[in-house]
């Protein structure tokens, strides 16, 4: 019999979700008060309106000009079945009053009226049954994504009414038709079959078959200039669609575009025991796309430059092109046939996917090590925002989906599947796959909420979880763990580990987690049930003493685990490079924690490590930490003092080791680190000559990297970056560039004048560009006339929320913050927050979050 609190536990979440549960019913409401028109879509609102509405659907024509300056025209019928008429209803379209043209209901024109990104349907023309709105309009370009080839849209999370009037709310589920008039040369694609096209003179029209019923936020087209490849895969006719013209990559990338998307696909039918749910299965790679990838049934899309990938590319580029492409297949279930009821649990269907992606990867591409790529993948991305005073749950409130942007970061994609983990180790991966299976197929082509997959999986298991969903899911944070060890002639008598909140708090996160007693000629590997602040490790009794004790040892334990100094002196040893890993990680924590260890001895170590480590994954990790260390944790004197020695030793490791993507790794830490003359001569050698060091390969993007590297440090050849352009062969690449010269101009007033321009938003439509380019006018080399920048940046901020997409305001912010380590800079930071004290606590978390690090170097290089 289980315990009566894991009942409560679901009637306190169900609570939690009140809202959320209450707009599944299909009752009238109780009152005819019109709801309130605010700008967003509201909580209020979308309760309402999924009470009143039901079977919704969106037939669109679009008619998209040859050139990007002029509109796109377009025409709408809405139709849509209401229960009850006793309010006026509120379509969503967030768009200058003037973008709306006329407006039908049920037959009649009606004043073309939009308040508050609102156009109000009014209750004496709706009626019990069918309704039918038919509307002409411009449609926005916010999120149209529009450039001189090509275009698509990008609608998650509350977008879809930035183009064109919708219900904009996930759990309105609605069919989308499209009918598209295009320039002649273009190709498109969107949610459903091309059923029927049409050529004139001087354009093309495409219609486009009824989508499957979806949300808003995944109704999706693409078109432009796009070369189009098909192939089918085990019975799966795929369309691919890209703009890529290296033939390298296009040569050696292609057919494992194709074959990863085909495995994922099988992987997710045989896990899920679902078949493929929708009607059709196409693609599209996007240059410079905002995201990874984006879900969108029957379109997905993909960031062109991890899709295609040439002989150059690295071990670890290679994982993430497949666990990325896993990740947007796994949404097909999760996300897509599965939808959240509203977007505070947006995390599920991440969760999911990564959870998912991670394990298609292990089956999908040969010599992965799970647990290796799991564990440096989410760790260190997770406690990046888990240990700033901005770190905010998993699961998190929201009041009004124009918020829901914020809601995104490192939490639901990197801390999420590491709670899933945990929960697999709790229940069992059998158990958890079957209520998984359960919980799609109870609400396939519907909506759910947290407290309706955890009612399902409570059903599975004995345990309690009450207390695990509140600390895991319901509170931000991590433990610190501790530990006591008591001998007597060379025996354990007792092992304890202790666990504290890393705010001081006396949290218990229940989990699972391996040490190793390290011995001279072997380990021993016990698992710790960490379920109270404090346990005995009972099976640590009467062993030998070890030389030391490896926390972590599997890397499945969250938190900032003990160190000891004799593990420097055997870390190299250790035959699994997944306690290595895990190693690493804990250094790293402690090293920011000033826990028994400083940034001048953690580089020390890793100048060591890079010769003597051979995985390729730990080589990234600890080439990454080494880097960050030297531009942030140390003083620039101390980096001064280190310079040479560290580029020597730095470029003796690359000699040797024998793998080439080891070598390629250490060549761009080379890159990152080099700051002697003597190093910026070699690096200028190897980019002028195009003749990379002995065993590494590097390719065009490569030679631009290197290239704009040594602009950044003012190296004297000034016509570096020019010649690079004239280099560049594929046009979207060669504006890439072209956008980036004036962030690495050696005047400072052609600098000035850049970061001024960021202050109009068609000058951040180009987020990655943008984000790429702040990082080298932000560069510690150039931080003295930079600082300057840093009010301003802030200033921005909440128009950056308005007009950018989900992760930008973030990215905005780490690339402006993430380099500097000044006491000046940090008190920028805090002047803003006390003058702001009632500022949007979401954007002041996020701002929190990307000045962890700055906050910690100013501790730290004082210190």
């Not at 999420?416 to 945990?422: L, V």
Request: aromatic content about 10%; glycine content about 4%.
């Amino acid at each position: 019999m289980k315990k009566r609190n894991r009942n409560l536990l679901l009637a306190s979440i169900a609570l939690l979700s009140a809202g959320t549960l209450a707009s599944c019913s299909s009752s009238a409401p109780a009152t005819s008060e019109a709801i309130p028109v605010e700008t967003g879509v509201s909580k209020e609102l979308a309760d309402y309106r999924k009470q009143v509405l039901s079977h919704i659907a969106y037939d669109i024509s679009l008619q998209i000009p040859e050139q990007k300056q002029q509109p796109i025209l377009g025409e709408e019928t809405i139709t849509f079945r209401l229960s009850d008429n006793s309010r006026p209803m509120q379509l969503d379209f967030k768009e200058a009053p003037d973008h709306l043209k006329q407006v039908w209901l049920n037959g009649k024109q009606l004043e073309v009226r939009l308040e508050n990104e609102h156009i109000l349907l009014p209750a004496k023309e709706l009626i019990v049954g069918e309704n039918e709105v038919r509307l002409e309009f411009i449609a926005g370009d916010l999120s149209l994504n529009r450039n001189e080839e090509y275009l698509y849209t990008l609608l998650v999370p509350d977008r879809a009414r930035t183009v064109l009037p919708v219900f904009d709310q996930p759990n309105l589920k609605a069919t989308f038709k499209l009918s598209l008039t295009l320039p002649k040369d273009w190709k498109a694609l969107a949610n459903g079959s091309l059923v029927d096209s049409a050529v004139t003179e001087n354009s093309k029209s495409y219609t486009f078959a009824t989508s499957d019923t979806i949300p808003t936020y995944l109704f999706s087209f693409a078109a432009g200039k796009f070369k189009h490849v098909q192939r089918d895969m085990k019975g799966t006719t795929m369309h691919f669609y890209h703009r890529e013209t290296d033939p390298a990559k296009i040569r050696e990338s292609i057919n494992p575009i194709f074959q990863l998307h085909s495995d994922a696909l099988r992987f997710m039918e045989a896990y899920t025991q679902i078949p493929y749910p929708f009607q059709k299965f196409d693609f599209v790679a996007i240059p410079d796309f905002q995201y990874g990838g984006m879900e969108h049934v029957g379109a997905i899309q993909y960031k062109a430059s991890t899709l295609f990938l040439d002989e150059t590319a690295t071990k670890d580029e290679k994982i993430s092109r497949s666990n990325l492409i896993a990740h947007e297949t796994a949404h097909m279930w999760f996300g897509d046939l599965v939808t959240m009821q509203w977007f505070d649990d947006v995390w599920m269907k991440e969760v999911f996917a990564n959870f998912m992606a991670d394990k298609v990867t292990q089956v999908a591409l040969e010599n992965t090590n799970y647990d290796m790529k799991f564990l440096v993948d989410h760790f260190p991305a997770a406690y990046s925002i888990d240990r700033t005073t901005g770190a905010n749950p998993i699961r998190q409130p929201l009041d009004n989906l124009q918020d829901a942007g914020s809601l995104y970061g490192s939490i639901i994609y990197h801390k999420a599947p590491i709670m899933m983990r945990q929960l697999e180790r709790l229940m069992g991966e059998e158990e958890l796959r079957k209520g998984l299976q359960e919980y799609l197929k109870a609400y396939a082509y519907q909506n759910a909420t947290w407290p309706d997959l955890i009612n399902i999986l409570d059903a599975r298991t004995p345990v309690d979880l009450e207390e695990w969903n509140q600390v895991w899911v319901n509170e931000p944070g991590r433990p610190v763990f501790s530990h006591e060890l008591k001998t007597s002639n060379g025996k354990i008598e007792q092992l304890r580990v202790m666990q504290q909140g890393e705010d001081g708090s006396e949290r218990v996160w229940s989990q699972f987690f391996e040490i190793a007693l390290v011995y001279p000629d072997r380990l021993e590997e016990l698992t710790v049930d960490m379920t109270n602040k404090e346990v005995v490790v009972g099976k640590a009794a009467s062993k030998e003493v070890p030389q030391f004790i490896l926390f972590n040892s599997t890397g499945q334990g969250y938190g900032v685990f003990p160190v000891e100094e004799a593990m420097l002196e055997r870390l190299y040893t250790l035959q699994d490079p997944v306690q290595r890993a895990s190693a690493y990680i804990n250094l790293y924590e402690n090293m920011l924690n000033g826990r028994n260890l400083t940034p001048a001895q953690l580089i020390r170590f890793y100048q060591k490590g890079l010769a003597q480590e051979q995985e390729e994954l730990n080589i990234k990790l600890i080439s990454g930490q080494l880097s960050d260390v030297y531009w942030t944790f140390i003083s620039p004197a101390q980096r001064r003092q280190l310079a040479a020695q560290l580029e020597q030793e730095v470029w003796q490791a690359l000699q040797q080791q024998q793998a080439p993507n080891v070598k390629k790794l250490l060549f761009k830490t080379y890159q990152s680190i080099a700051t002697s003359k003597d190093a910026q001569d070699r690096l200028y050698q190897v980019w002028q000559k195009q003749q990379p060091p002995t065993g590494v390969k590097l390719n065009e993007d490569d030679y631009t990297s290197l290239a704009l590297a040594l602009a950044v440090r003012d190296y004297p050849d000034q016509r570096i970056l020019g010649e690079q352009l004239t280099r560049i062969q594929n046009p979207d690449r060669k504006k890439r560039l072209e956008f980036l010269m004036p962030a690495l101009s050696s005047d400072a007033q052609v600098r000035n004048a850049f970061f001024a321009s960021l202050k109009e938003a068609e000058n951040r439509e180009k987020e990655a560009w943008v984000a790429s380019a702040l990082g080298y006018l932000h560069h510690p080399l150039r931080a003295q006339t930079s600082a300057d920048y840093l009010p301003q940046s802030l200033e921005l901020l909440a128009e950056i929320q308005r007009t950018g997409d989900i992760f930008f305001p973030f990215n905005w912010l780490r690339a402006t913050f993430g380099s500097y380590q000044t006491a000046e800079a940090a008190e920028v930071v805090r002047n803003f927050l006390a003058a702001n004290p009632d500022y949007n606590p979401k954007l002041k978390a996020k701002i929190l979050q990307a000045a962890d690090d700055l906050f910690r170097a100013e501790k730290l290089v004082q210190e």
